[in-house]
Nanobody, 125 residues
Framework: QVQVVESGGGSEQAGGSLRLTCTVS????????AAWFRQVPGKEREAVAG???????RYVDSVKGRFTVSRDGPKNTVYLQMNSLKPEDTAMYYC???????????????????WGQGTQVTVSS
C-alpha cells in the first residue's frame, strides 16, 4: 500500500526559506516519480516541481532558480527546498507520487496516482 506524507510547511517572511519533505512508502528506491503541486482557495492545483525516477527534474517558470526538488533514495523521501520565498508562494502544498513517469509528464497532475494530505506554506510580506 502506497502512502504519501508531507511535512515541513509553516510561516515565513518574504525572502526566507522553507524545506518541505515528502515521505513515500510502498515504492522501492527510485522506482517512483514525484512532484510538488500547490493550491490556493478558489484556484486549481498547479504544478511546482517534479523529479523522475532517474532524478531528472522539472520546474514551472515561476519557481526556477528559487526552488529545488531532490530525492534521498534510501529514505524514499523527496524534498522541496524553497528559497527567496514570495507572498505569492503562499498555498497548500501537495506531494504526488506514482510509478516511473516520463520527464515530459512530470508536471501533469494526471501523472500521479497517490497524494498526501498537504502542508500549508504562508509567506508574509
Amino acid at each position: 500500500q502506497v502512502q504519501v506524507v508531507e511535512s515541513g510547511g509553516g510561516s515565513e517572511q518574504a525572502g526566507g526559506s522553507l524545506r518541505l519533505t515528502c515521505t513515500v512508502s510502498g515504492f522501492s528506491w527510485r522506482t517512483f516519480s514525484a512532484a510538488w503541486f500547490r493550491q490556493v482557495p478558489g484556484k486549481e492545483r498547479e504544478a511546482v516541481a517534479g523529479i523522475a525516477g532517474d532524478d531528472r527534474t522539472r520546474y514551472v517558470d515561476s519557481v526556477k532558480g528559487r526552488f529545488t526538488v531532490s530525492r534521498d533514495g534510501p529514505k524514499n523521501t523527496v524534498y522541496l527546498q524553497m528559497n527567496s520565498l514570495k507572498p505569492e508562494d503562499t498555498a497548500m502544498y501537495y506531494c504526488g507520487a506514482s510509478g516511473a513517469t516520463w520527464w515530459e509528464l512530470l508536471l501533469r497532475e494526471q501523472s500521479y496516482k497517490f497524494w498526501g494530505q498537504g502542508t500549508q506554506v504562508t509567506v508574509s510580506s
